[in-house]
């Protein structure tokens, strides 16, 4: 996942590290497509010699397409699958080197947040099912036809995970499509391909820096290699400056359009922004490749899959050019804050100290935001119901109710015909809303109704016995209604809040605004985006992260994702109540014309009542908040509410433990970015991390590592899925999920808390479940091994990466050549079969087959250098000091606010 936000703030301040690809198309002469001709020279200028695939971010969207209706089969995703490959390949045409890396047993520092998406899909999957229902009854009632879903064998993307049937096929049909590629395209002949598949641990996009990392310490590494990789997270453009390539493009799609166009991130571009932006006088001669390792450390602060981000910190407040500035005014008094994976802990902590100074202004200015938004909906709600007729929300709603299931279950002629008015329709919003500023946050999900009121009067009692039930439920996806949402954002404006996001506005300093316009947002998978890795969607686009994701009026209808669940929306004032309970469920009418009725029957006092009311309980809402950053004694109240805390004594010991692991947890992400996983078995053990200035005393602190061994597939599978995906699972490992005597049951809760913690969307709430202690898990599973068949063993085994060259491949007897090192081994089955046959009747056998199959090993461990290889070329420079933007002043530091009781949105409360 990366962090969220990040490649849209990077495209913002070094604009000239985006670069739109050209693409030649597939021709089509006659009834007959002509594929593009990967042999001719690349048409944008430039020729790569490795591509690397993380396959994560195109599996997830093959599953999940946005352009077309979702797979029904297995072979369906396999065969959109290849197309995706295909196309990649056609876009870069690389001549020594395809890597195709698919995510394996993931560190357990990773596997905490696999964990927490997975559930939390789960769970939304099911109440989506639970409210569909109600919908397509209350569609019957008003004589609208909803023809049956069309149930799709791939449906439930948490099988995307190591260890699972589907990865197993998976692996397969890739060694297929290799062997097809291979022998019978001229573009592929001369190109090795490596395929890493999910039984090779490690994370897709880490193997693929491991391998880069191993060659280049390796004698006959060629410096002037151009690599390309693709992928949507944003934590690569970390990574591939962590490598010190010079010449390192990624390839990652633009947004806004269905077969969306590819562009390149330049990172040798993004190198020339940072040695001018941070290359500030000091007294030693300026190293600016070490410059690129303190960005990459600096940027952990903000966002990575294996520690929460600190409250202070959010990249739409202007967290990097705060971290960039006060790096700047401290880097000639303090040093380097790394060295490589090395991390210098006493200048790491002079650094964050100073950027802990702004954290009082940072709460304030929230608290401010938030209440500028809410006199702005004062003002709106006066204005707004000239220009809009009451219902139209409605209408919209019942537009965007079809648009999925037309696209999935073959809508029937039924549905396009006049249906009777809907009765439930609450009031309407204000007229089109203008379009967000570049830096405004998308979607907003949230949970849709229980039950559906037979009035707006009742919509609105609804909605208060749900807010004052709120503390007894767990706390999910914001309401879809301002104010009760846990945390929000204005369009336009910065993340406000001052709340703890758990049960009213604001929240832990993250976020507490309300968006205007009704949106709703892809978000990435685990390993691609959310089953994949921040931010899964529909296509490999949306696989980023949330915020970066592809963005769509709820009117469009189109739903989105996360983990094979969809993400409600919220809407810019009550009357997208209904609208969000259909963007969750994707149910609806399918014409314009259909919903102009509903439009005419709203009863408009009703409406006006249900809002007055529903304005009241904001307020109500507000006024009970807990923690309200910003105001004298936030830091003690925050501890409290989140861990508990009572005396001082427990508060030293509580921050001291977060910030010890804290650190622990920096200190691992580097190493894993410059060197490899440090331990496999390391994982930040709470929930929300420690403030920057709780940031000291960190020269003190013992930071090591055991290395440790990762997981078995069934092992992770185990520690990250709920209960509604033990199907996934061998037989003898499902009942640990359910039975009454399971040793580890108390792992698989199936209602758990999720705090907001300020937060607006969904995927971004903490949700509270258990640790997994790995010995009890071990000691569970570790029995039921000898029950398995040879092809489950299989599939719990640990193995190599396998190379394949074509047997006209002038190398093909040695296999690794031109600067690539490593070790080759006897496959598992036969090394160059005369047929291949197709697998799940793909496509037609390989016959005769002329692939050389092998498996491979990487050469033996080697400090990575970071530095330019001696005889690395670095590309034409492009960037002038005219390009950087000038830097904004830092926020003075300023004391806390006093507590305003009559305004209870200012911020916070004191101590008690």
Known sequence: MGVPAFYRWLSTRYPKVVKDCVEEEVQTIGDVEVPVDTSQPNPNGMEFDNLYLDMNGIIHPCFHPEDKPAPTTENEVFLAIFDYIDRIFAIIRPRKLL??????????????????????????????????????????????????????????????????????????????YVHLRLNSDPGWRGVKVLLSDANAPGEGEHKVMTYIREQRATPGHDPTTRHCMYGLDADLIMLALATHEPRFVLLREREEAARKPFQFLLVSALREYLALDLGVPTPWPLDRERLYDDFVFMCFFVGNDFLPHMPTLEIREGAIELLLAT????????????????????????????????????????????????????????????????????????????????????????LRTPAAPFSLAPPATNGAAAAPPPDAKEAAGGPAASAQPASNKGAAAALRARIAGAGQKRERAPTGIPGLDPGGEEEGEPEAAVDDGQGGVGGDGETGAVDEKAVVTDVKEEEAGAGA??????????????????????????????????????????????????????????????????????????????????????????????????????????????????????LAAVTRSLVSAFVEGLCWVMRYYYDGVASWTWYYPHHYAPFASDMVDLAGLEVAFDLGEPFKPFDQLMGVLPAASAPALPAPFRPLFTAADSPILDFYPRDFKVDMNGKRFAWQGVALLPFIDEARLLASTRPLEGALTPEEAFRNSRRLEQVYVAGAHPLAPELLSQGMGGEVLAPGGEACPAVLPAPFGLGPDVSPNAVVCAAYRLPPHAKHVCALLPGAVEEEPIVTAEDLQADKPLPPPQAPAPYDRNNPYSALQRRR
């Open 327 to 414: 790096y700047k005014q401290t880097l000639a008094a303090t040093g380097h804050l790394v060295d490589g994976a090395h991390v210098f802990l006493d200048r790491v902590e002079a650094f964050i100290q100073e950027v802990g100074k702004a954290e009082d202004a940072i709460f304030q200015r929230r608290a401010r935001m938030l209440n500028r938004q809410k006199e702005r909906r004062k003002a709106e709600k006066h204005s707004k119901w000239g220009t809009r007729a009451p219902a139209r929300s409605v209408a919209d709603a019942a537009q965007a109710i079809a648009k999925e299931l037309s696209s999935t279950s073959r809508l029937s002629a039924a």
């Open 99 to 176: 890597y195709m890396a698919i995510d394996g047993v993931a560190p357990r520092a990773k596997m905490n947040q696999q964990r927490s998406r997975r559930f939390r899909a789960a769970q939304d999957a099911e109440e989506k099912a639970r409210e569909e229902e109600k919908l397509r009854e209350e569609f019957a009632k008003q004589g609208i036809n909803i023809p049956a879903r069309d149930e799709s064998s791939v449906f439930d993307s948490n099988t995307i995970t190591p260890g699972t049937p589907f990865m197993h096929r998976l692996s397969v049909a890739l060694q297929y």
């Open 533 to 650: 890795k921040e931010e899964a969607g529909a296509s490999p686009a949306a696989q980023q992260d949330a915020p970066d994701s592809k963005r769509a009026k709820l009117g469009d209808g189109e739903a989105q994702r996360e983990g094979g669940a969809e993400i409600a929306p919220s809407g810019p004032d009550p009357a997208e109540f209904w609208g969000s309970l259909a963007g969750r469920t994707g149910v609806g009418m399918d014409s314009k014309r259909d919903t102009q009725g509903l439009a005419e029957t709203a009863d408009d006092d009703d409406e006006l009542e249900a809002e007055e009311t529903l304005n009241e309980l904001v307020g109500d809402v507000a006024v009970k908040g807990r923690i309200r950053l910003g105001e004298e004694g936030w830091k003690w109240r925050y501890y409290e509410d989140k861990f508990g805390v009572k005396s001082d004594e427990e």
